[in-house]
């Protein structure tokens, strides 16, 4: 079920969110009075050229990152001052973290690496491995649990990290670049599902991408240029269905576009 801009609840509520960085006598700001809500139910894409603040506001939304100046609330709950002690909590019950390097331990098993996340929130024996099972089932990956990483494909490997990101059932997700590495089928298998967790499991997805490719699927796509949000452009039809593509000569101009600005 896909949930209106209306409607939808707002599960991050940024307000004049600022992030600056001193070095020396030097200020690098990284981003400037940032508002922004974030809705369950919906894929949102963060774009923008290199050093617009894409990776730096999705740090400080997922508690990694504090800003310099502003409010930050995630499920109604006020973060911006709580002690750094605090802040695993945050992050281990509400946010699950998707890496475009997938962040596996070589040594484990799929399953075994979404098993540690488990077990990291108190979860572990037999438990914790059933339900690692059932996390790579729901990625489509009932028959490579035991594979290592070095014997998974790129797609494949970042289906285990997103199993991993939901270990604790987070109603937030928040990935950087899942699709950067990956070839066209591995990256479409991977933002359909980024997009069915939002949509058909009532998560909110905040998505970093370069990727012109997963722009159709987003229900948001928010633009950062000199650390500002500059624009949202409406949501776009899914990518590859015949019956709701672009036009081909909106398509060719979107993708001309693209390239001048990347």
Same mark, same amino acid.
């Given at each position: 079920?896909?949930?209106? #801009?209306?409607?939808?609840?707002?599960?991050?509520?940024?307000?004049?969110?600022?992030?600056?960085? %001193?070095?020396?006598?030097? /200020?690098?700001?990284?981003?400037?009075?940032? @508002?922004?809500?974030? @809705?369950?139910?919906?894929?949102?894409?963060?774009?923008?050229?290199?050093?617009?603040?894409?990776?730096?506001?999705?740090?400080?939304?997922?508690?990694?990152?504090?800003?310099?100046?502003?409010?930050?609330? #995630?499920?109604?709950?006020?973060?911006?001052?709580?002690?750094?002690?605090?802040?695993?909590? &945050?992050?281990? /019950?509400? &946010?699950?973290?998707?890496?475009?390097?997938?962040?596996?331990?070589?040594?484990?098993?799929?399953?075994?690496?979404?098993?540690?996340?488990?077990?990291?929130?108190?979860?572990?024996?037999?438990?914790?491995?059933?339900?690692?099972?059932?996390?790579?089932?729901?990625?489509?990956?009932?028959?490579?649990?035991?594979?290592?990483?070095?014997?998974?494909?790129?797609?494949?490997?970042?289906?285990?990290?997103?199993?991993?990101?939901?270990?604790?059932?987070?109603?937030?997700?928040?990935?950087?670049?899942?699709?950067?590495?990956?070839?066209?089928?591995?990256?479409?298998?991977? &933002?359909?599902?980024?997009?069915?967790?939002?949509?058909? @499991?009532?998560?909110?997805?905040?998505?970093?991408?370069?990727?012109?490719?997963?722009?159709?699927?987003?229900?948001?796509?928010? %633009?950062?240029?000199?650390?500002?949000?500059?624009?949202?452009?409406?949501?776009?039809?899914?990518?590859?269905?015949? @019956?709701?593509?672009?036009?081909?000569?909106?398509?060719?101009?979107?993708? /001309?576009?693209?390239?001048?600005?990347?």
């Amino acid at each position: 079920m896909t949930t209106s #801009l209306v409607s939808a609840k707002t599960v991050i509520r940024a307000r004049g969110l600022s992030k600056v960085y %001193q070095e020396g006598a030097n /200020e690098f700001r990284a981003l400037t009075d940032v @508002h922004l809500d974030i @809705h369950a139910g919906q894929l949102t894409l963060l774009m923008g050229p290199s050093g617009s603040g894409k990776t730096t506001l999705l740090s400080i939304l997922g508690c990694i990152l504090r800003a310099s100046d502003g409010r930050l609330e #995630l499920l109604g709950e006020d973060v911006t001052s709580l002690p750094e002690t605090e802040l695993p909590r &945050i992050r281990r /019950e509400a &946010i699950g973290f998707v890496f475009q390097g997938f962040n596996l331990f070589p040594t484990l098993t799929a399953a075994e690496n979404v098993a540690l996340a488990l077990d990291v929130r108190g979860v572990s024996g037999d438990k914790a491995k059933n339900r690692a099972e059932e996390l790579l089932a729901e990625v489509g990956l009932q028959d490579r649990m035991r594979a290592f990483p070095a014997d998974l494909s790129g797609g494949q490997k970042q289906r285990v990290a997103i199993a991993r990101a939901l270990a604790g059932n987070p109603p937030i997700l928040l990935a950087d670049e899942p699709t950067a590495a990956l070839d066209s089928t591995s990256g479409r298998a991977v &933002i359909e599902l980024l997009q069915g967790l939002a949509r058909s @499991h009532g998560r909110a997805v905040v998505m970093v991408t370069h990727d012109p490719r997963v722009l159709s699927y987003g229900d948001r796509i928010l %633009q950062l240029e000199d650390g500002r949000l500059t624009r949202e452009e409406s949501p776009r039809p899914p990518y590859g269905v015949a @019956h709701h593509a672009l036009p081909a000569q909106a398509t060719a101009n979107f993708s /001309e576009e693209f390239r001048a600005e990347f």
